[in-house]
């Protein structure tokens, strides 16, 4: 389904006994000649400003319906209502079908019409114009990352959902996390141009049948950001031990290739009274690492049955 504005989709929800034979008589109209170049502006003229200097064709068919059309009018405008409903720069039909779906949707929950209209009043009021619903939407699947630094942000794309909860990662100066349950998406980025955050005016959503309460009291996107690195909070010991532990993993992989490479080294000298001993402290040294490895991977299997939001994947992933 294509984003649809708030004001089309309130609209919407007011005649929704009605919709199905108005849009089939616009449909009609539609094919006549012309349509295109007058039909649109004729309709906003005779239901906005009254002029009746209009085709007749456009004043007869205002008139049949004007009690449908003034209602449209009363919460959105019936040029953008039947522009958005009919035509699609991109695609002819993508933009007839997306309206069709959102109807299916509201007549299938009419009598949850109330409750419908309380979340597009709340959304029109955080300053969203667009919705786009999908109700087989999962925003669980998707995970993200921000870094607390809000310029740091700048190459990247996140998200304000409900229920959020930080996944346990390497590093302390971002935040991974994910929702495990939300109603809706809000997309959120940073600009270089004006060191900004910005925020998507279509908000994503599964439903419309959820409580208001569930969204942010203010959806400006600084607010919306200051609400995620609150997460910095939750699990931050666990980013600790991971980050060491990975840590810790990583230097005595670089120490191993370093052992390596003076092995090679002792190897290529000319023999001398002191390559024995090079020779030997060296299998010293590779015994002991041997042993810090060991000690490592202890510590690794100490992490994972010590939290259970610390796993073996985890660890593999972030070395």
Do not use: W
């Not at 039909?39 to 003229?45: A, P």
């Not at 029109?124 to 999962?138: Q, V």
């Not at 346990?168 to 929702?179: D, H, N």
Request: with cysteine; proline share 2%.
């Amino acid at each position: 389904m294509k984003d649809i504005k708030i004001k089309n989709a309130m609209a919407l929800c007011h005649i929704l006994e009605n919709y199905e034979i108005f849009i089939k008589d616009v449909k009609s109209l539609r094919n006549e000649k012309s349509f295109n170049s007058y039909f649109l502006e004729d309709i906003k003229k005779i239901s906005l400003s009254k002029n009746r200097f209009v085709r007749k064709n456009v004043k007869k068919f205002y008139e049949k319906y004007q009690r449908i059309i003034d209602t449209i009018n009363k919460y959105a405008r019936i040029d953008v209502f039947l522009f958005e409903a009919l035509y699609d720069r991109v695609d002819k039909e993508s933009a007839e079908d997306s309206m069709y779906t959102l109807y299916e949707y509201l007549f299938k929950n009419k009598g949850n019409i109330e409750q419908i209209l309380n979340v597009l009043n709340r959304l029109k009021a955080l300053g969203f114009d667009s919705i786009h619903l999908d109700e087989t939407a999962n925003f669980t699947k998707e995970e993200y990352c921000i870094f607390t630094n809000p310029i740091e942000n700048y190459d990247s794309n996140f998200a304000y959902l409900e229920n959020l909860e930080r996944i346990p990662a390497y590093g302390i100066s971002k935040i991974r996390y994910k929702s495990n349950g939300s109603h809706y998406k809000i997309k959120l980025g940073f600009s270089l141009g004006n060191y900004q955050f910005l925020r998507d005016n279509t908000i994503y959503l599964n439903s419309l049948l959820f409580d208001i309460s569930l969204l942010p009291l203010l959806a400006s996107p600084d607010k919306l950001f200051t609400e995620i690195t609150i997460l910095k909070e939750e699990k931050e010991e666990a980013c600790k031990k991971i980050t060491n532990a990975v840590n810790l993993n990583i230097k005595l992989i670089e120490l191993e290739k370093e052992l390596y490479i003076i092995k090679k080294m002792i190897h290529n000298l000319s023999l001398t009274p002191n390559t024995e001993n090079l020779v030997n402290s060296l299998s010293y040294i590779e015994l002991e690492l041997v042993r810090m490895k060991q000690i490592s991977s202890d510590y690794d299997k100490e992490l994972i049955e010590g939290d259970s939001s610390i796993t073996e994947e985890i660890l593999k992933k972030k070395r």
